[in-house]
């Protein structure tokens, strides 16, 4: 089998016509070579000349060694892109557009489900990390559902029996499990409503109105205890609700008017986030619960594709101030890695 080289530098020169060229690493004997490209790193076998495929591979960093090579410990072979990956301490999930894999993790690896999905574009899926729980979550076969697979509870090399939830009518965007794997967050690609539905019951508990307007959102994440949840947009906003005690959340005026029509009654019903701050509009980001300084304080951190990193502490009673900004880009050099 091919031998896989990690990347190397061979100097710098650029195409005719400017632009941008890949940059080609020679392999070392006969073997395979890689190719660092704009949207990523392509590999190439030498005899006969292919795309070697597209690689998940798995490092583990406490091995002893100097170099990646030294670390690396396991490596999984693709015809077609994967477009993400999920791990708990006894799986790993690769995603492909229209399938997923299940393996056994991390002694010997074998592959234990795959389940054929709904055109799939941008990876979504979702593992509960749970020691009780493993409960794994993706698009459903109709438009806007989710569909719940309890690892657990099928054989291994047998089908097995997901059971599926109507979330909304648009196309799902994002998909969210808290902890314990009891409560599923997604939102549709109008971006406008968060549900969240207990995984048992399949029942919805609540909804959060991110806006009114149309967003992409980014990323959807539950504090380590589920009392809270954050989301991040393309309008440059991370919003934060209250979801063990949801009376923090901010209501609409006209809640307090009574009786309304059937259209404002969908707004009037849901309830918005309890502090927000913003991050650039222009860069995508993803967003996550810090620790704790205080048990009437909490943090969230966005971390922005544009290198920036910020920090922002919370109360409960919707006060929301920034701890901390950095330019991570900046804090070592491309030779430290």
Same mark, same amino acid.
């Given at each position: 089998?091919?031998?896989?080289? *990690?990347? /190397?530098?061979? %100097?710098?020169?650029?195409?005719? %016509? /400017?632009?941008?060229?890949?940059?080609?690493?020679?392999?070392?004997?006969?073997? +395979?070579? +890689? +190719?660092?490209? *704009?949207? /990523? !790193?392509?590999?190439?076998? !030498?005899?006969?000349?292919?795309? @070697?495929?597209h690689l998940v591979l798995i490092w583990d960093d406490a091995r002893e060694g100097t170099g990646g090579k030294d670390k690396l410990v396991l490596e999984f072979t693709f015809t077609k892109p994967v477009l993400a990956v999920r791990m708990r301490h006894d799986k790993i999930i690769t995603v492909l557009r229209n399938r997923?894999? !299940?393996?056994?993790?991390? *002694?010997?690896?074998? @592959?234990?489900?795959?389940?054929?999905t709904r055109d799939n574009p941008k990876g979504l899926c979702d593992l509960c990390?749970?020691?009780? @729980?493993?409960?794994?979550?993706?698009?459903?076969?109709?438009?806007?559902?989710?569909?719940?697979?309890?690892?657990s509870s099928t054989q291994p090399g047998t089908s097995s029996a997901p059971f599926t939830i109507n979330a909304h009518q648009g196309e799902i965007a994002c998909i969210s499990l808290n902890q314990p794997g009891t409560v599923v967050a997604s939102a549709s690609r109008q971006g406008t409503l968060i549900r969240l539905f207990d995984t048992q019951s399949k029942e919805k508990l609540v909804e959060l109105r991110r806006g009114?307007?149309?967003a992409t959102l980014y990323c959807i994440n539950f504090s380590h205890d589920s009392s809270f949840l954050c989301a991040s947009s393309d309008k440059g906003t991370v919003h934060i609700f209250a979801l063990r005690d949801t009376r923090l959340n901010r209501r609409s005026a006209l809640a307090r008017v009574g009786k309304v029509g059937p259209v404002i009654a969908q707004y009037v019903d849901s309830q918005w986030s309890l502090a927000s701050f913003t991050v650039p509009a222009e860069s995508a980001c993803v967003c996550a619960f810090g620790r704790s300084s205080a048990k009437t304080v909490n943090s969230v951190i966005a971390i922005c594709v544009d290198g920036t990193f910020h920090k922002y502490v919370f109360t409960p009673d919707g006060n929301c101030n920034r701890e901390a900004f950095d330019v991570y880009l900046d804090i070592c050099d491309d030779d430290d890695f």
């Open positions: 089998m091919a031998n896989r080289h *990690e990347a /190397g530098s061979m %100097g710098s020169w650029a195409p005719r %016509g /400017g632009g941008h060229l890949p940059r080609p690493v020679p392999p070392r004997g006969s073997g +395979c070579f +890689c +190719c660092a490209m *704009e949207s /990523g !790193v392509r590999i190439y076998n !030498v005899e006969p000349l292919m795309e @070697k495929g997923i894999y !299940v393996y056994s993790f991390p *002694e010997n690896p074998t @592959k234990l489900f795959e389940f054929d990390p749970s020691l009780e @729980k493993q409960l794994l979550v993706f698009p459903g076969h109709k438009c806007g559902s989710l569909q719940l697979v309890d690892l009114t307007d149309p």
